[in-house]
């Protein structure tokens, strides 16, 4: 459970949260994707207060507005990578142009020759890759990135907060329990039984 937590991240801002497991870090994830509504307080996504809004509404927010990236991948096995990046255009309401972005984030991550592969012909990076590409196709405000390198190698895990931290023209958030991830960050913030500690210099270490 959170307590007073505040937290303000700008476009072009990379935050990282520091916590271990049972800190509160998926928690906060959601509430800042709209994924779940706090008991008090108010939640500001894109300039627009998201606290109190229906189910639908909230959908729709995250549709447009959020982009998830986790530890697991999360893509549909029987769809290829291509088709798990266009899925998220397909949904009633995302905005139009998606199959024209979807082919450029694709081209961009160097995910070309392997688009037509199934989940499981990917190496780990790819899947990731494929998973930020989801993530980004809708365009985005805010990126939530959930134990992003978590599931990767060390080499893979650089290339994939590389991505992460060169995507500029929107704000990200990255929660982890690995300094070495936060490291990337502008800002890092340690979570520790529900409420956010002063700042910690990028790449240092949580106060436990």
């Known amino acids: 459970m959170l307590h007073g937590v505040r937290l303000t991240v700008e476009v072009g801002e990379v935050v990282a949260v520091l916590g271990r497991s049972g800190s509160g870090k998926s928690t906060l994830l959601h509430l800042l994707g709209a994924l779940d509504t706090p008991e008090e307080g108010q939640i500001i996504l894109a300039g627009e207060s998201i606290t109190g809004r229906s189910a639908r509404a909230l959908a729709r927010i995250r549709l447009r507005h959020v982009g998830f990236v986790f530890q697991q991948f999360q893509l549909i096995e029987e769809l290829s990578g291509a088709e798990n990046v266009l899925l ?120 436990w």
């Not at 002063?198 to 949580?206: D, F, L, N, Q, S």
């Open 88 to 207: 998220a255009t397909r949904l009633p309401g995302a905005p139009r142009g998606g199959t024209r972005r979807a082919a450029n984030l694709i081209d961009e991550l160097g995910l070309g020759d392997v688009a037509a592969h199934l989940p499981h012909e990917l190496s780990g990076g790819e899947q990731q890759r494929f998973a930020i590409a989801r993530a980004l196709v809708n365009d985005p405000q805010l990126v939530l990135a959930d134990e992003p390198t978590g599931s990767l190698d060390a080499e893979n895990g650089l290339a994939v907060l590389g991505l992460l931290r060169g995507l500029t023209d929107r704000a990200v958030v990255i929660v982890t329990h690995e300094p070495e991830a936060a490291g990337i960050a502008d800002r890092v913030l340690s979570l520790h039984e529900g409420q956010l500690v002063p700042t910690v210099a990028a790449g240092g270490a949580p106060p």
